[in-house]
């Protein structure tokens, strides 16, 4: 496979991986909510930290694939004190020893507001109260 045809996989993947991840912003933020929820009541840790954390980006549904060359992508929800702030997208490629695809979530925990900041000001996601 030549690194021309490598690329070209790559980049199939990662435009799969995003066009499946487009979710309601409604129903998004629910799916956030109930991620958010559960992580708590079933990780003391995560509570705790959550208690004191400013901000909470939660993507409750992260879709990763591949085979050598992997991508994988997701859409999630920040709560700032608890408030809906923003919507999130995360993407990521990968290449190695791989095969297969899971699905997965997680939560970003910022404790202060310099994290706060940082989050709402990087072009790296989408732009914060974006609804589509």
């Known amino acids: 496979m030549t690194i021309k045809s490598k690329l070209k996989y790559l980049a199939a993947l990662i435009?799969?991986?995003?066009?499946?991840?487009?979710?309601?912003?409604?129903s998004l933020t629910s799916e956030s909510r109930a991620a958010l929820s559960q992580l708590r009541s079933q990780n003391s840790a995560a509570a705790k930290v959550s208690s004191r954390a400013l901000a909470?980006?939660?993507?409750?549904?992260?879709?990763?694939?591949?085979?050598?060359?992997?991508?994988?992508?997701?859409?999630?929800i920040l709560f700032v004190h608890g408030k809906t702030a923003g919507r999130y997208r995360t993407v990521a490629a990968s290449y190695g020893l791989q095969a297969g695809a899971q699905k997965f979530g997680y939560a970003l925990f910022f404790m202060n507001q310099k994290a706060v900041d940082w989050?709402?000001?990087?072009?790296?996601?989408l732009k914060p109260n974006q609804k589509n």
């Open 56 to 76: 909470v980006l939660v993507f409750p549904n992260v879709v990763k694939a591949g085979f050598i060359f992997g991508a994988q992508g997701g859409e999630g």
């Open 15 to 26: 435009l799969a991986v995003s066009l499946t991840s487009g979710t309601a912003f409604a």
């Open 119 to 125: 989050i709402n000001n990087t072009r790296v996601f």
